[in-house]
């Protein structure tokens, strides 16, 4: 039984979204991962209250080192080298997700993104839960992911760029946790 993605069985069935579990949301703009493959600026503004991910490089650092977990291709080096699932996986152990809206064609990426950030935590030591779906009928919007973690990342209503300067530090602890072992 695969928990994440026998969500599609009961999302089919549902009327309503469910509530998301109790915890803060911490909604991400994922400008760093556009940034890192697209040439350009993203299309899409950030919210008030949300983090941008481009001021939090510790999420790329970490990316690119699950990627690299699993070898580089023999040959020629791609020019995408970390995967979206290990994006995401990088963003839920950093940012402490419980749980994550996400679109019925996301749920096999979650579930990637959750073996990916077991694995990677049971070889630092630490214990892994599951990041849960909060399932979004219609999707959800390009370039934002909208979690919910046990603290709070920013202080309500602040604007983006001060609360990801903010949050900043306790994602470089996180990061360096992660690597203390």
């Known amino acids: 039984m695969n928990e994440i993605s026998d969500a599609l069985i009961l999302a089919t069935h549902a009327q309503q979204p469910q509530a998301p579990l109790t915890g803060y949301p911490v909604a991400l703009a994922t400008d760093g991962e556009w940034l890192a ?6 299309q899409f503004p950030p919210q008030a209250a949300c983090l941008l991910e481009s001021l939090l490089p510790e999420i790329r650092q970490l990316a690119l080192h699950l990627a690299l977990r699993r ?7 791609p020019s995408r080298i970390a995967e979206a699932a290990d994006w995401l996986a ?3 152990l950093l940012l402490e997700w419980r749980q994550l809206a996400v679109g019925l064609d996301e749920l096999s990426l979650l579930d990637e993104a959750n073996l990916r950030a077991r694995q990677f935590a049971e070889a630092a030591g630490w214990e892994w839960t599951p990041t849960l779906p909060l399932l979004l009928p219609a ?8 979690g919910w973690s046990a603290a709070p990342a920013s202080a309500q209503g ?3 760029v001060p609360a990801s300067l903010a949050f900043r530090r306790t994602v470089a602890a996180r990061f360096a946790a992660l690597f203390a072992r």
């Open 158 to 160: 602040e604007q983006a």
């Open 139 to 146: 999707g959800r919007t390009e370039g934002m992911l909208q």
């Open 37 to 42: 493959y697209r040439p350009g600026s993203p």
């Open 90 to 92: 990088a963003r839920m």
């Open 71 to 77: 070898g580089l291709p023999p040959g020629k080096t």
